[in-house]
């Protein structure tokens, strides 16, 4: 298993920008799917997650109504797009194999959101 994010980088208040996730070494469309973030000093937080075939969504309430996950399942990719970014959105950014009630402990290397006027 393999996920590569991709896309992170530094923002002003009130920007945008999209990550991707490319993953590989399994049926991709089995599989839902998740972000995570991890902020210095606090533990890693589900951001949003997406079902296997993209149906049903969730948020943090931190972002809901700023960040949309969806997927391509013919090209095995995830992405997040964060709209309206705060300072308070910088971190390291994770893309994750699964969602909702099946976890798996695959993890992409993270890509860094910073924030930042």
């Known amino acids: 298993v393999q996920l590569v994010e991709s896309g992170g980088g530094l923002v002003q208040p009130g920007g945008s920008l999209r990550l991707s996730c490319a993953a590989s070494?399994?049926?991709?469309?089995?599989?839902?799917m998740s972000w995570y973030r991890q902020t210095p000093g606090k533990e890693r937080e589900l951001v949003a997650s997406?079902?296997?075939?993209?149906?049903?969504?969730t948020y943090a309430d931190s972002v809901k109504g700023r960040f949309t996950i969806s997927r391509d399942n013919i090209k095995n990719m995830v992405y997040l797009q964060m709209n309206s970014l705060k300072p308070e959105d910088t971190g390291v950014y994770y893309c994750?194999?699964?969602?909702?009630?099946?976890?798996?402990?695959?993890w992409g290397q993270g890509t860094q959101v910073t924030v930042s006027s």
């Open positions: 997406i079902t296997s075939a993209g149906g049903r969504t």
């Open positions: 070494g399994f049926t991709f469309s089995s599989d839902g």
């Open positions: 994750r194999r699964g969602c909702c009630k099946l976890w798996y402990n695959h």
